[in-house]
């Protein structure tokens, strides 16, 4: 049992962040427990590309994380089963302080990187660092996430210090972000890049081999610090497009599906597999959310009357029903996941810009802020992956409703990441972080560009910024809802983003796997440490 002395006020703070992030805080009914099988590959597709680089720090997509996660450990880890709770990692305990400004950790003993080397608090400490404080060379895409943390201090082999400058209602789920992988101290030391090229950690699995366009591979790390664990001899991560990943699935090719299903392929997978599968989600949304990163550093998109009518011309209502065939990713939300404690009612979303009922009338006031802004024929260019044409034709068909233009570029996916990256679009397809639904996660991809590689609107709003901490240090119910929805309408007007849909994930597993069910996040259960093949090697 993991130690936390913490004040009523700290206390209330963790319980609160609970009951934020899910609405599944009932217990559930008890599951038989189920004697894991050691033995056996696990084999599953990963539909999103390939990966761009090798450095969990330097990326925020599961193209990456999916194939190097098992490699890695982290100080703690969100916990599937407790969502949205933290269990340990390479944390055996820890505690916060009454005031919420220092967290310590005390680590599992004996714990060795796959290359025989024992890890200390000083790897954990240099990788941390590294997260919130690059050095010159080396991109985080998280170092906002941190910027509550003081210093990080390893006053011995064994313990780690965050102090913090401030009080963070999420900070245990940000220190167990799935990104934060540790890495060898030595190592950095030699080259602070080198986890871009080399994979070498504490996780489960060896890194074996890669494949470009074929395939990860990685197996058992006998060394590995939880007893018993990991189940699997190894895994193999596919290399496949998405059609072909759905394929594979009712072929019995590969043991579960990354990306959601739609209806059809629902219907297509149990006529083939029949009880050789259970079919599980489609009951809430995930964290999940796709938009549109408005370019705000380009005229006229730098006016936010200007971005404000290209989201107000998009019909959400009638969109969901229209997505709903073609992708998981189809249901209607604002900022803040659909049924979760901090979103709007229908009504209530109704009321903010682009959300309104009456399509007619706010393409009349969409046309009417173009006109304002003294914009006409305006063509855009919108950059999309191609894994998503459909919300090209989607986007295209909206605005041309109020006499907008659109380029429709779908590019691979390392041409999308690169295009989006250095600003090259006027609209871009985009989400938050969906590793978890708190809005201190969701929405540090809107804080300030100048520091902030993942906010790629590039806007620079300081208001937006007062608002974003105002939220995280709310610490009761009612005021971070009214916090938070300070910042969300705040957002929506200034259109920074426009809102799409969000995932309402299906999967289908096989019966073989042990250890897989249900899960709010497709960021969970990265590492496969926890997961078995009831027919273990046979």
């Known amino acids: 049992m993991n130690t936390r002395r913490c004040s009523n006020l700290v206390r209330t703070r963790l319980l609160l962040c609970a009951a934020l992030l899910s609405a599944a805080s009932t217990a559930q009914a008890q599951k038989p427990v189920e004697t894991p099988v050691r033995g056996g590959t696990l084999v599953f597709p990963v539909h999103v590309g390939e990966p761009g680089s090798f450095d969990c720090h330097g990326t925020t997509s599961p193209r990456e994380m999916w194939r190097i996660a098992p490699h890695y450990s982290a100080l703690l880890q969100i916990d599937a089963d407790r969502y949205p709770q933290v269990k340990g990692d390479l944390a055996e305990s820890w505690k916060v302080s009454p005031d919420g400004l220092t967290y310590e950790f005390k680590l599992r003993p004996n714990v060795k990187f796959h290359d025989g080397t024992s890890l200390t608090s000083n790897d954990v400490k240099v990788s941390y660092e590294r997260l919130r404080n690059p050095p010159p060379g080396v991109i985080s895409m998280h170092k906002v996430m941190f910027e509550d943390v003081k210093s990080i201090e390893a006053p011995d082999e ?22 934060a992988c540790v890495y060898s101290a030595k190592l950095l030391a030699e080259d602070t890049s080198y986890p871009s090229k080399k994979v070498m950690g504490t996780g489960p699995f060896r890194f074996t081999r890669y494949s470009p366009g074929q395939e990860w591979v990685g197996e058992r790390f006998d060394g590995y610090f939880k007893p018993g664990q990991p189940y699997l001899d190894g895994f193999r991560a596919l290399s496949i497009v998405g059609t072909a990943a759905t394929n594979a699935v009712i072929a019995g090719q590969v043991a579960f599906n990354m990306r959601g299903l739609t209806p059809s392929e629902i219907d297509r ?46 019909d959400r209502w009638m969109g969901t029903k229209a997505m709903e065939p073609l992708t998981s990713i189809h249901l209607m939300g604002g900022l803040y996941r659909p049924g979760s404690p901090l ?162 994930w299906a999967r289908a597993i096989s019966s073989d796997v042990g250890g897989l069910d249900d899960m709010p996040s497709n960021f969970l259960k990265l590492d496969l440490a926890d997961l078995w093949m009831r027919t273990g090697g046979k």
Not at 158 to 179: D, H, K, Y
């Open 269 to 314: 997978v149990k006529a083939a597999r029949g009880d050789k599968v259970k079919i599980v989600g489609r009951q809430t949304a995930t964290g999940v959310h796709t938009w549109l990163a408005v370019n705000s550093a380009r005229a006229p998109l730098n006016d936010a009357r200007v971005r404000r009518a290209l989201t107000l011309a998009l």
């Open 343 to 504: 979103a709007r009612s229908p009504k209530e979303l109704e009321k903010l810009p682009g959300f309104g009922r009456d399509i007619n009338a706010a393409r009349v006031e969409a046309r009417r802020l173009l006109a304002e802004a003294g914009v006409t024929n305006l063509k855009l260019v919108f950059v999309n992956s191609d894994p998503y044409p459909f919300y090209g034709v989607y986007v295209l068909d909206q605005l041309r409703q109020i006499g907008v233009t659109v380029e429709h570029h779908i590019v691979a996916p390392p041409t999308f990441v690169a295009r989006r990256a250095a600003g090259d679009f006027d609209l871009a397809l985009a989400n938050p972080l969906e590793y978890m639904d708190d809005p201190t996660v969701q929405m540090s991809s809107l804080l300030p560009f100048k520091d902030n590689p993942s906010n790629y609107t590039r806007s620079n709003d300081s208001r937006l910024a007062a608002l974003f901490v105002a939220q995280k240090r709310a610490l009761d119910l009612p005021t971070r809802r009214q916090r938070a929805q300070e910042l969300e309408e705040y957002v929506l007007n200034q259109s920074y983003v426009i809102p799409l849909f969000w995932q309402n």
């Open 158 to 179: 064994s313990t780690v210090v965050f102090r913090m400058s401030g009080p963070n209602s999420a900070m245990l789920q940000l220190i167990g972000m799935p990104f």
